[in-house]
């Protein structure tokens, strides 16, 4: 009795430990962003600053249009996973429920999908949207998103419709319920936390995505939120610290709100699917 304490508090502290891991980054960039630039050239930096100004944010504003490349971000990234989760719902229900030889091979595809790094396909990818004439434009790269996270958008769901009993439909269909009204009133309840994640992992996946963005758009009013973030990076490598840290902290804040809402959304999810009306 007397080690359950101990064991508790271990798993506390570890798990305290790992939160201060998580946390370092963000909150040491939070602290560049308020500092002055005598602060920032000091040989002893300190975590508070002790002359906290805006001047970073208001010239991070000024040097570089980061709402318009956030608006392009916010669209793409919605875009993506909006349609990823669309075309994943429905694959993934027919390939956990109907366990052949085809459902076998769309898994191994999906995983084997996960092992090409980008340098391998962005030749013949550019190819391909330069024939479509997408090049230079957020309707291709919306594409190209969805494209790259729809394996694993599947993979993903796959494993939540196999996780749904199949004997809730048969006794929904017992009852008299048709195979639509089987799938929106008993499946669609219980999969809503693992839709929410899936478009909340495709829409992550696309706002932080740079080298696509990269390669693909030219135009600079169709520039993405983080190649904007690069041109706070001189000619010669010399980075403009301060306004670099408020653009790059503003940057982080939309990814932090929408998982901090669809994380309800997970929980009260999983509270419907499993209460019967």
């Known amino acids: 009795m007397r080690t359950r304490p101990a064991a508790r508090a271990g798993q506390y502290a570890a798990l305290l430990a790992y939160l201060v891991f998580l946390a370092f980054p963000l909150l040491w960039l939070l602290s560049t962003a308020f500092k ?13 600053p002790r002359h906290p100004t805006l001047a970073n944010f208001r010239q991070a504003f000024d040097e570089q249009p980061l709402l318009r490349a956030g608006l392009n971000s916010l669209l793409a990234a919605l875009g993506a996973a909006l349609i990823a989760v669309l075309l994943a719902t429905p694959l993934a229900y ?5 366990r052949t030889a085809l459902s076998r091979a ?20 550019f190819l391909v949207l330069k024939h479509l004439r997408l090049i230079d434009s957020l309707f291709g ?31 929904a269909a017992v009852d008299g319920a048709g195979r ?12 809503a936390p693992g839709i929410v994640a899936t478009g909340l992992f495709a829409f992550v996946t696309a706002w932080n995505e740079f080298f696509f963005a990269l390669v693909l758009l030219k135009t ?19 980075a403009d610290l301060g306004p670099l840290a408020a653009a790059a902290f503003l940057a982080t804040l939309p990814s932090l709100v929408v998982f901090a809402l669809v994380q309800r959304r997970i929980a009260g999810g999983l509270l419907a699917g499993a209460v019967k009306s």
């Open 36 to 48: 002055s630039p005598t602060e920032l050239g000091s040989l002893h930096p300190t975590w508070i």
């Open 94 to 98: 027919v390939i956990a429920r109907r």
């Open 106 to 125: 769309v898994t191994g595809w999906v995983v084997v999908s996960q092992a090409f790094p980008f340098v391998l396909v962005i030749i013949p990818l």
């Open 141 to 171: 790269l919306v594409m190209v998103y969805v494209v790259w996270a729809l394996p694993f958008a599947l993979w993903m769901l796959v494993g939540h419709v196999r996780a749904v009993p199949v004997e809730l439909e048969e006794a």
């Open 180 to 191: 639509l009204r089987t799938l929106v009133s008993v499946t669609a309840p219980l999969l």
């Open 220 to 238: 600079p009013e169709k520039q993405t939120l983080p190649v904007v973030l690069t041109h706070f990076i001189g000619a010669e490598g010399v």
